[in-house]
Antibody, heavy 121, light 110 residues
């Protein structure tokens, strides 16, 4: 049964770069959309971006310019970098395995446990 | 303000049936499949329904989904205390070219 394990720094200062990695264990890496979401305290879920196994990338336009999603197929990992963070980026960040349809995301069937990231001076 | 509209809260007694609504537009729900997620506070979301009506392996048939036009519905029968959670609908928006969620509905089991 596939599992996603995520890791990265949990406390950042304003203007620093958020960096998270998600490892995929127990399942195939190809054929899926590897995605990142976040959830600010007390709020709903927000899609950040996705990358599929052959490197096709799509970002949320609201974060475009600050966000980079990358993939390491040899180690079955994918990563998120968010530059110039502010307090508004404080959230729980989730990685997830997405299924695709017509070249876009269709649903997410496996999720990581989440990483709490706080941005504070 | 979420692209998909969900009521903020619902409450019901154990054993009852509840339905969650999710309203969108022709560029999202009206144009693609809807999925539903259950999130117990402090944990990751869990897929309940995909492609409007399908249940992943391990999800009991107490959970059901439907879609009509630009709205979708999640139903839970035989409500249990363990169903207390936040429920989110989601789909792809072809105009925004973005995955969108509803704001979530908090279910309280009385």
């Amino acid at each position: 049964q596939v599992q996603l394990q995520q890791w990265g720094a949990g406390l950042l200062k304003p203007s620093e770069t958020l960096s998270l990695t998600c490892g995929v264990y127990g399942g195939s890496f190809s054929g899926y959309y590897w995605t990142w979401f976040r959830q600010p305290p007390g709020k709903g879920l927000e899609w950040i971006g996705q990358i599929n196994y052959n490197g096709y990338i799509k970002y949320n336009e609201s974060l475009k310019g600050r966000v980079t999603v990358s993939i390491d197929t040899s180690n079955s990992q994918f990563s998120l970098k968010l530059r110039s963070v502010t307090a508004a980026d404080t959230a729980v960040y989730f990685c997830a395995r997405g299924r695709g349809r017509l070249f876009h995301l269709a649903y997410m069937d496996v999720w990581g446990n989440g990483t709490t990231v706080a941005v504070s001076s | 303000q979420s692209v998909l509209t969900q009521p903020p809260s619902i409450s019901a007694a154990p054993g009852q049936k509840v339905t969650f609504s999710c309203s969108g537009s022709s560029s999202n729900i009206g144009n693609d499949y809807v999925s539903w997620y259950q999130q117990v506070p402090g944990t990751a979301p869990k897929l309940l329904i995909y492609e409007n009506i399908k249940r992943p392996s391990g999800i009991p048939d107490r959970f059901s989904g439907s879609k009509s036009g630009t709205s979708a519905t999640l139903g839970i029968t035989g409500l249990q205390a363990g169903d207390e959670a936040d429920y989110y609908c989601g789909t792809w928006d072809s105009s925004l070219t973005t995955w969108v969620f509803g704001g979530g509905t908090k279910l309280t089991v009385l």
